[in-house]
Structure formats: structure tokens, C-alpha cells
């Protein structure tokens, strides 16, 4: 998804990357609204469709026993704190992409924080590492009790 979308929207599909680019100055707080905007939109009706593609058994999110909400909370945190670092020092890093010399390994970099993510925080959150998609997952839920 980081290759295809690019091109059109920089690959940016997160709203904890957004907030991060807005931080660092690489997008304008406008802009980072307009993003946040189409991203939770975007998760809303992506958990809508989990929900009935899947129902009854529609995901639901949270801890994975014998964790605490604040143990997921923590390896959300810690592994979206990740991704957006990566994206930071692999995709917008003037530093590593020159202008007449980009880097091409960016997507795989952010692919193996989600990999990293999945298998270590997994097992404690359910490894969501998206707002917009837990958010979009929880909203929808709520109807399709």
C-alpha cells in the first residue's frame, strides 16, 4: 500500500504519521486535519465492512488476556512511536533521499515495523498500530452487537 498510494498521498495512512509529519513540520496542521479527516473516514467504513463481512464474528479489539488495557495501551504506543520514527528517518529524511537520489527501501522499512509490531505486540493489543483503523473497528463495532 506505501508504494501505490505514494505517489498520491505519500503513503500516509496513519493519523499517528500524520500528527508526526505536522510536529515535524513537514505537513501544515490544515493539512494534517484534511488527512485525519479521509484517514478516521476511511477506517470507519473499512470497519464497517469488517463488521459484515465477518458477522457475528466481526473483530473486536483490546487486550489479549492476561494483559491490561494498560499493557496494550503501552505496546500501541510504543510500536506506533516506532512507525512514525521510521517514517521519519526512511521516507522523509532529506538526509537519506536526495533530491536526484531517493531511497527505494522506505516501504520495506515500514513494513518490517508492522511486522515487528505484529508478532511482539500481537499477543498483548491485537497489534492494531493504526488509529484510524482501531477507532474505525470500535465506532462500527458498536452497532453490530
Not at 86 to 102: E, H, Q, T
Amino acid at each position: 500500500m506505501i508504494y501505490a498510494t505514494g505517489p498520491i498521498s505519500g503513503g500516509n495512512l496513519n493519523p499517528a504519521v500524520s500528527l508526526a509529519l505536522g510536529l515535524t513540520g513537514d505537513m501544515t496542521f490544515p493539512e494534517v486535519a484534511k488527512y485525519w479527516a479521509a484517514q478516521l473516514s476511511a477506517g470507519a467504513a473499512a470497519g464497517s465492512t469488517a463488521c459484515v463481512l465477518f458477522a457475528p464474528h466481526s473483530p473486536k479489539l483490546g487486550p489479549v488476556a492476561p494483559f491490561s488495557w494498560f499493557h496494550a495501551c503501552v505496546a500501541e504506543v510504543f510500536y506506533t512511536f516506532m512507525l512514525c520514527f521510521v517514517v521519519l528517518n526512511c521516507a522523509i529524511s532529506k538526509r537519506n533521499n536526495p533530491k536526484l537520489d531517493g531511497n527505494q527501501f522506505y516501504a520495506l522499512a515500514i513494513g518490517f515495523v508492522y511486522i515487528a509490531g505484529g508478532y511482539a505486540a500481537g499477543g498483548i493489543s491485537g497489534a492494531a498500530l493504526n488509529p484510524a483503523m482501531a477507532i474505525g473497528l470500535d465506532i462500527t463495532h458498536l452497532g453490530f452487537n
